[in-house]
């Protein structure tokens, strides 16, 4: 998968276009992405690789931000997607396949007795801490703290964010993570007035390395939960379905009251889940929370297929032990050329970072990868596939073996710790 005479003359040109028309040109978490030297625009996509506007191809290992799962343009996802669109898409009434939908997901979800539906994560999310304040009549939502759970006003942290307002966060405590003295610290300072914790099931923020659960986290945090009436949302947009198809609580050992789900669960169609426990299910019928494109049918149809594909093929499993390979693969190449590279979160959601040299060091990198056909990014964590294949590896390793020959010796960029 060489790229012969790497350029990007096409993106550069669509994308000095777009700035005419698009504010930033690209905009959203996409713009975040965009590398001088890197590709803007795509022109097609198969399995686990994309084709950029230039013809330029790649292994895509952020995997859209995580709704690619099993391959792009997957036959059988497809397939049902075409189905269901002959036979209507957005229509006055809500489709059957709504309820095959649920029913799959409350099947397949240990945690869930019931399922509803919206477009994004962040709806799911939204319609969690709703439903948890119409439970629990409390206002206050414990988070971690950097936690992203959408673009919602109160989810979002930190002085420099314009359009939000200072008291749209008034009723939230942002704790750290991994930390059980804070969340019971916050319980304490705020004595039953707390509606609910939301949190992913492993911290995995940007710019940072990833975090899995100390031992006994969930555990105590469970405890707490049930002790003070507070529900225990588990944010499942991102790593939903890359750890375990059961819920990823299931692979720490709890059982949280709602858990949220978006991204992967139709591999690319736009639908997000809310799954819940019966205890919140009148609480989930009283809350207002609805779009005009919440009952399109074709990504509920979607969705289905691509759940019980998942189930077929042991996807959190493949994905795992493929995320393993090309983890120690890295590592290994990194080593060879004189670098460390750390590997954090978990194996199907890898974080990466260069120790011991700037974070420029790192991008430089990163940007040398992607010109050989390598879709990565310097801040977030990535996400395989199911349609990555050991040649994938082998073309990964490949060129992030020359992505460090160009960077030359590792001595010249080392700092004391990054
Ligand atoms: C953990 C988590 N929660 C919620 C969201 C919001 O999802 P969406 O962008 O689909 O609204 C995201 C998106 O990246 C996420 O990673």
């Known amino acids: ?167 749209d966060g008034d009723h939230v405590l942002a704790i750290d993570w991994n930390d059980v003295n804070a969340f019971e610290a916050a319980i304490a300072a705020h004595a039953d007035e707390i509606a609910c914790f939301i949190s992913t099931p492993y911290d995995h923020p940007v710019f940072r390395d990833n975090s899995l659960p100390a031992d006994g986290y969930w555990n105590q945090i469970e405890t707490l939960c049930r002790k003070h009436d507070i529900v225990l949302i588990v944010d499942d947009v991102r790593a939903g379905f890359r750890i375990n198809l059961s819920g990823s609580n299931v692979a720490y050992g709890f ?19 809310l799954v819940g426990s019966d205890a919140l299910k009148q609480a989930a019928e009283d809350v207002y929370y609805t779009g005009t494109q919440f009952f399109n049918a074709v990504p509920m149809a979607a969705a289905k297929a691509t759940l019980l594909e998942l189930q077929r093929v042991d996807a959190a499993k493949q994905m795992t032990e493929f995320g393993n390979k090309l983890n120690e693969g890295l590592v290994k190449v990194a080593n060879a050329h004189g670098y460390d590279l750390v590997v954090s979160g978990i194996p199907a959601m890898p974080y990466y970072r260069l120790h011991n040299v700037e974070r420029k060091t790192h991008f430089a990198w990163i940007d040398e990868c992607v010109k050989r056909g390598v879709y990565m990014v310097g801040y977030h964590n990535h996400f395989v596939s199911t349609a990555h294949t050991e040649k994938d590896i082998i073309n990964i390793c490949d060129a992030a073996a020359e992505a460090f020959s160009v960077l030359g010796s590792a001595d010249q960029y080392r700092i004391e710790s990054s």
């Open 1 to 167: 998968m060489k790229q012969k005479n790497y350029n990007i003359t096409e993106s550069q040109s669509l994308f000095n276009k777009a700035k005419e028309v698009i504010p930033g040109g690209i905009f959203g978490h996409y713009k975040y992405s965009v590398r001088d030297s890197g590709p803007k625009f795509f022109s097609r996509a198969k399995d686990a690789h994309f084709w950029d506007v230039d013809d330029n191809e790649y292994v895509d290992l952020i995997c859209a931000y995580g709704p690619m799962i099993l391959g792009y343009n997957h036959p059988l996802i497809d397939q049902a997607a075409r189905t269901q669109y002959d036979l209507g898409n957005t229509v006055s009434l809500a489709s059957p396949v709504m309820i095959e939908l649920a029913e799959t997901l409350v099947d397949m979800v240990s945690a869930a007795d019931w399922a509803l539906f919206g477009k994004n994560g962040g709806d799911s999310t939204t319609l969690a801490v709703m439903i948890a304040r119409a439970a629990t009549g409390r206002e206050k939502v414990i988070k971690i703290r950097d936690g992203y759970h959408g673009v919602t006003a109160w989810m979002q942290e930190g002085d420099d964010r314009p359009g939000i307002l200072p008291s």
């Open 255 to 273: 059982t949280p009251d709602l858990i949220c789900f978006g991204k992967a669960m139709a591999n690319g169609y736009p639908i997000s889940a």
